[in-house]
């Protein structure tokens, strides 16, 4: 089984270094060959050299990019190239900064083998390691994330991705904003394995507030027509309500003999006009939801390339020659 571990980093080369030494003792003892692409995702740091070369990984790169697009971006991106320039049985996706662990690497390309190739096998998240704003934050974000989308987050970036699904994942256009959100988004066959996380090799994550949000809203964004489907139901079940409201204020006024306040023809006015901007609401929805079925923005396969400057190999393990040959 030939596989490689797809890795993006921005100007943490300390790290990514680090891990690639954990990587070449992990998988020592791994049949086949291991190689390292690690994704430069626009970094302004100087791209290193390797001190102390890999004893057992097979070709450590660089792929650089032209400008910095962002982590899943540059996942997209580097997943692409392997399709098109690898001929790979397994790509493992994970990042550079040490909290997902090298030893989980054998378990997800044993699991994957164990499926026939046929699964992407994602490592299960475990409690995050960041200060507590940061997960009081995410929290927030995977409550918001199920009203919206309906399905819970429990996975990250850190999986084993086969062939054969990659070949399919290429042509999936939501692989542009959130990697993990594509592959379940494009009902690609998903298998999950239970794994702990590490802390950090060095330094604080550059995951912010900010980049939280854009992160979480990139995720949303790959269900964009559940979500609109979601609202439209919610704007709905308001619009009901509201009727129903009207309704009975009419029905009491002019089918019994109960007597109305004096504010009934304010609240009737302000639940028609209350009516008329959730239709209104509901049908833009609506439209919205049609057309980014429609649409196809960034396709991998086709639009990878041009963000693409060079790969830069750091690193080729020699070919040791077969002396069982001719015997």
């Known amino acids: 089984m030939n596989s490689v571990v797809c890795i993006p980093v ?18 020592a003892h791994l049949p086949g060959r291991v190689d390292v692409l690690f994704v430069d995702d626009g970094s302004n740091e100087p791209v290193p050299n390797l001190t102390q070369p890999p004893a057992q990984l097979g070709r450590v790169s660089i792929l650089r990019l032209r400008r910095n697009l962002g982590h899943q971006r540059a996942i997209a991106i580097g997943l692409t190239h392997l399709y098109v320039h690898g001929q790979h049985d397994v790509v493992v996706v994970m990042d550079g900064d040490g909290e997902d662990r090298p030893e989980n690497v054998p378990l997800l390309l044993e699991r994957c083998a164990a499926s026939g190739f046929s699964r992407v096998v994602f490592a299960q998240r475990s409690k995050r390691s960041e200060e507590l704003s940061f997960r009081v934050g995410y929290a927030l974000f995977k409550a918001v994330h199920v009203l919206l989308v309906g399905r819970r987050v429990e996975v990250g ?8 699904a990659l070949s399919r994942l290429v042509a999936v256009s939501e692989m542009w904003n959130h990697y993990a959100a594509a592959v ?3 009902k690609l066959p998903v298998e ?8 950090r090799i060095a330094g604080r994550s550059k995951m912010n507030l900010n980049g939280l949000i854009i992160h979480g809203l990139s995720a949303i964004s790959v269900y964009s027509d559940i979500v609109g489907v979601r609202l439209l139901r919610a704007i ?11 309704l009975t204020v009419i029905g009491v006024r002019f089918g019994t003999t109960l007597a109305i306040p004096g504010w009934a023809t304010s609240t009737v006015g302000f639940l028609v006009v209350s009516l ?5 609401l509901s049908t833009m929805m609506a439209l919205f939801t049609l057309r980014s079925r429609a649409e196809y923005g960034f396709l991998p396969l086709r639009d990878f390339s041009h963000f ?12 040791r020659p077969d002396t069982t040959a001719g015997s």
């Open 184 to 186: 379940y988004q494009a």
């Open 308 to 319: 693409v400057l060079e790969e830069r190999v750091l690193h080729v393990r020699p070919v």
């Open 276 to 280: 008329l901007n959730l239709s209104v």
């Open 192 to 199: 999950l394995l239970p794994t702990t996380r590490a802390a």
């Open 157 to 164: 970036n850190f999986s084993a991705v086969p062939r054969a």
């Open 10 to 27: 921005y100007d943490d080369w300390a790290s990514a270094l680090t891990l690639l030494t954990q990587l070449d003792a992990a998988l």
């Open 236 to 246: 709905g079940a308001l619009c009901v309500l509201v009727l129903f409201g009207i």
